[in-house]
Antibody, heavy 117, light 108 residues
Framework: EVQLVESGGALVQPGGSLRLSCAAS????????MSWVRQAPGKGLEWVAN????????YYVDSVKGRFTISRDNTKNSLYLQMNSLRAEDTAVYYC??????????WGRGTLVTVSS | EIVLTQSPGTLSLSPGERATLSCRAS???????LAWYQQKSGQAPRLLIY???SRATGIPDRFSGSGSGTDFTLTISRLEPEDFAVYYC?????????FGQGTKVEIK
């Protein structure tokens, strides 16, 4: 079965850090661009970051530039999102998604990040 | 960035009826680079349509997309009980990729 499974979400204080992981199975992970997309509680979707197959190209939405870092380990079929200097407005469910010709054709179930004191 | 405005915010319909959802862009979207997603409560989004009118793998043919430039439409020809959900449009013609705010299709 083709699937993406996120983990690492938690309650964290403002200014804190968190690392999210996404484990891929059933697909040739190393051949795809991958993205993180988030959804604040009761709100719409927002693309956060993506990277190409070998990690040489990385792109971010302006609101997370300089604070979040996307990375991957193709030997472990895993995608990561290091989140630093977290703010209340970063509170959201974070989805890992396969980025296929710029559309998101496969999604994980998401992991919840709550930034609150 | 391109802002996508979806209308209506909520659509109240009965099973078997036709649903027409609109997505309007703040500027022209190149190469009809527009996708539609369905999200059911508590679930991840699912890709329905890409390239404005191409159905994704496994999507029933009651779902169809149309439009170009700044105006796009998702049509569900006959609503099935499992179609009641929130629908989002997304443009990928320019960076950053952006989503609309969603249209909720609810049971009347």
């Amino acid at each position: 079965e083709v699937q993406l499974v996120e983990s690492g979400g938690a309650l964290v204080q403002p200014g804190g850090s968190l690392r999210l992981s996404c484990a891929a199975s059933g697909l040739t992970f190393s051949t795809y661009w991958m993205s993180w997309v988030r959804q604040a509680p009761g709100k719409g979707l927002e693309w956060v970051a993506n990277m190409n197959q070998d990690g040489s190209k990385k792109y971010y939405v302006d609101s997370v530039k300089g604070r979040f870092t996307i990375s991957r380990d193709n030997t472990k079929n895993s995608l990561y999102l290091q989140m630093n200097s977290l703010r209340a407005e970063d509170t959201a469910v974070y989805y890992c998604a396969r980025d296929y010709y710029s559309v998101f054709d496969l999604w994980g179930r998401g992991t919840l990040v709550t930034v609150s004191s | 960035e391109i802002v996508l405005t979806q209308s209506p915010g909520t659509l109240s319909l009965s099973p078997g009826e036709r649903a027409t959802l609109s997505c309007r862009a703040s500027q022209s979207i190149s190469s009809s680079s527009l996708a539609w997603y369905q999200q059911k409560s508590g679930q991840a989004p699912r890709l329905l349509i890409y390239g404005a009118s191409s159905r994704a793998t496994g999507i029933p043919d009651r779902f169809s997309g149309s439009g170009s430039g700044t105006d796009f439409t998702l049509t569900i020809s006959r609503l099935e009980p499992e179609d009641f959900a929130v629908y989002y449009c997304q443009q990928y013609g320019s960076s950053p990729r952006t989503f609309g705010q969603g249209t909720k299709v609810e049971i009347k």
